[in-house]
C-alpha cells in the first residue's frame, strides 16, 4: 500500500495522531531536504496550524483529509511564494490560488512546502534552477529528473505523501522514472492550468505523484475536471478513477508495443531488459501484446522543441520588470527597464529558448519551422489516435537511461534534450500516460516504463498500472538521504 492510503488509513482508524504525524514529518524534511533539496520552501508553521485545525474539526469525509502534500513552484497557492524557480519572479507572491490547489486544499490535503523545478519547468534533470538542483534520494550524486524534479524527490525521500508536478514534454514522467515513483500526465484538457505558470500552454498539464498507482488516483481524482477559469478542460466526466486502481488488473488487456520506442541505439541495455521484462508479466497475467508503429516518432524532439520555444517565447513575454517580480535597478528608459531586468533575471536555457522560440516565429520562418512542425505534429497526433484504436493501451520505456550525473550534460543542451525521445510525442498527441517502476539497473538505479492511453481514458492507465504493481512489486530502491 502506498503511503498516502496507509497514512489515511491509519488517521481514520486512530492509530496515529496528527500532530504526531506533522511532527515527524517535519524532523525528516528538516535532515533531509538538505540533501536532496527538493523544497524551496517549507509551510512549517503553516502545517502545524492546519493540523490543530484538522485535529478538533471532523473531517474526516474529505478525500485528502490532513495528508501532506508538496506542490511544483509553478502552481499558486494564495500569498505564498510562486517563482518558476527563477529569479525574474523574485519577491512574487500569488495573489490567488490556482484551481488545482484550491481543490486540494478544499479535499482536506495540507501543502507541505514549495518544490524545486527547472526554471519555467524548461529541462530533464532540474540542474536549470536558481536554487540548485535537485538531487536523487537513491543517489545523491545523480539527478532527481527534471523539471519537476523536487516534485519527485520529496515523495520518493518520504517527505510528503504525494505531490503536485507539470507535464509538458516529459517532465512528470522522466523524473517519476528517475526517482522510482509512479507520476501520471492525464490528458490535455483534464485538469485545469489556472493559476499555473505557462511554459507551453499547447503542451502544459498538471498531475499527480505518489508511492503507487491508487495514491495517484487519489490525487487525480480530486483535481480533475472541467474549469470554467480553464477553456482548454474539456467537460468529459471524471471517471471514478480510485475505483479503477483498487480493481486494477492486466487480464484481457491488449497493449501495443509502438515499434520505434524499442530500440536499442541510444537506450540502455538494462532500460531494453527491463521494459521486455514488464512485457513478460503483462503476458503472464492475460494481456495480448501488439506490435504497432508511430512512425513520426523521430520527429518527436524537433516538433516539440519547435512547438514549445515558440510558445514559451510568447508566454514569457509578459515577464518585463513592470508587472511580476524583479525589477532591474539603474535603467535610464523603459526598453533598458525591460532588457535589464529580462538579462538579470532569466537563466541561460530559458533565455536559448527564448531566442529559438523568436526565431522561428519571426516572419520568413514561420512557415519553414512552425508551421511545419504544426503540421508533423497533427501527423504525430493520428498516429496515436490510430495506433489506439487497435489496443486498449501502448506500453513503452520513459528515459533512455538511469538517472545521470549531476553536471554529466548540463554543457550539452542537445544531449538534454534527447533524454526526452520517449516522452515528448504524447504531450505533442494530447493523450495521457502514466509513469511506474518497472525495476533497477545494475547500480540499483531505478527503472521506469509507461502505459500511454487514449484521451480520458486515466482510468485504463491506473488500472493497468495498478495491475502491473499487484503482479509484480517492485522494491523500493534504498534511499541514499537518511
Ligand atoms: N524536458 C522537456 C523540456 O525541457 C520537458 C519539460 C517539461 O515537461 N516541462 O522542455
Known amino acids: 500500500m502506498g503511503r498516502l492510503s496507509q497514512l489515511r488509513d491509519d488517521l481514520k482508524n486512530k492509530k496515529i495522531r496528527l500532530t504526531e504525524v506533522y511532527d515527524d514529518l517535519i524532523v ?4 533531509r531536504n538538505p540533501q536532496v533539496n527538493a523544497y524551496l520552501e517549507v509551510f512549517e508553521e503553516e502545517m502545524r496550524a492546519r493540523t490543530k485545525i484538522l485535529e478538533t474539526e471532523a473531517s474526516e469525509a474529505a478525500p485528502l483529509a490532513g495528508l501532506p502534500i508538496g506542490i511544483k513552484d509553478m502552481i499558486s497557492m494564495k500569498n505564498h511564494v510562486v517563482s518558476a524557480s527563477s529569479k525574474i519572479l523574485e519577491g512574487y507572491r500569488a495573489p490567488r490560488s ?7 486544499k478544499k479535499a482536506g490535503a495540507i501543502f507541505t512546502g514549495r518544490l524545486n523545478c527547472d526554471e519555467f519547468a524548461m529541462g530533464s534533470s532540474n540542474e536549470n534552477t536558481s536554487f540548485g538542483a535537485v538531487k536523487n534520494p537513491v543517489d545523491l550524486a545523480r539527478t532527481a529528473g527534471g523539471s519537476s524534479g523536487g516534485s519527485a524527490a520529496a515523495v520518493a525521500a518520504e517527505l510528503c505523501v504525494g505531490s503536485l508536478g507539470t507535464d509538458t514534454g516529459g517532465s512528470i514522467r522522466l523524473p517519476a522514472a528517475f526517482c522510482g515513483i509512479v507520476g501520471m500526465k492525464p490528458t490535455y484538457g483534464r485538469v485545469s492550468r489556472s493559476g499555473v505558470i505557462a511554459f507551453a500552454s499547447s503542451l502544459d498539464q498538471v498531475g499527480p505523484f505518489a508511492d503507487d498507482a491508487l495514491d495517484c488516483a487519489e490525487i487525480l481524482q480530486v483535481i480533475a475536471g472541467r474549469d470554467a477559469r480553464d477553456s482548454t478542460t474539456m467537460p468529459v466526466p471524471v471517471e471514478n478513477y480510485v475505483a479503477a486502481a483498487k480493481n486494477g488488473s492486466l487480464k484481457g488487456l491488449k497493449i501495443g508495443l509502438p515499434k520505434e520506442y524499442f530500440i536499442s541505439e541510444g537506450v540502455s541495455p538494462e532500460i531494453v531488459k527491463q521494459t521486455q521484462a514488464a512485457i513478460e508479466v503483462f503476458k503472464k497475467e492475460g494481456a495480448t501484446i501488439k506490435e504497432v508503429s508511430i512512425p513520426h516518432t523521430e520527429y518527436g524532439i524537433a516538433v516539440y522543441y519547435l512547438v514549445a520555444t515558440a510558445e514559451a517565447a510568447s508566454n514569457l513575454s509578459r515577464y518585463d520588470g513592470i508587472r511580476y ?7 535610464a528608459s523603459m526598453k533598458d527597464l525591460i532588457i535589464k531586468t529580462r538579462s538579470e533575471g532569466f537563466g541561460a536555457e530559458v533565455k536559448r529558448r527564448i531566442m529559438l522560440g523568436t526565431f522561428s516565429l519571426s516572419s520568413g520562418y514561420y512557415d519553414a519551422y512552425y508551421s511545419k512542425a504544426q503540421y508533423v505534429r497533427s501527423k504525430i497526433q493520428n498516429e496515436f489516435l490510430n495506433a489506439l484504436k487497435e489496443v486498449d493501451v501502448l506500453f513503452a520505456p520513459v528515459t533512455t537511461s538511469t538517472a545521470f550525473k549531476i553536471g554529466e550534460k548540463v554543457n550539452d543542451p542537445l544531449a538534454m534534450y534527447l533524454s526526452d ?4 510525442s504524447i504531450n505533442l498527441a494530447g493523450v495521457p500516460a502514466i509513469a511506474f517502476p518497472i525495476g533497477h539497473d545494475s547500480k540499483g538505479l531505478p527503472i521506469g516504463g509507461q502505459f500511454i492511453g487514449g484521451p480520458f481514458q486515466e482510468a485504463k492507465l491506473l488500472a493497468a498500472t495498478a495491475g502491473f504493481e499487484k ?5 523500493k530502491a534504498k534511499l541514499a538521504c537518511q
Open 471 to 475: 503482479a509484480h512489486p517492485i522494491t
Open 98 to 104: 490556482a484551481t488545482v490547489t484550491e481543490k486540494l
Open 28 to 31: 525528516k524534511i528538516k535532515t
Open 421 to 424: 525521445i520517449f516522452t515528448v
Open 325 to 331: 517580480g524583479k525589477r532591474a535597478k539603474d535603467f
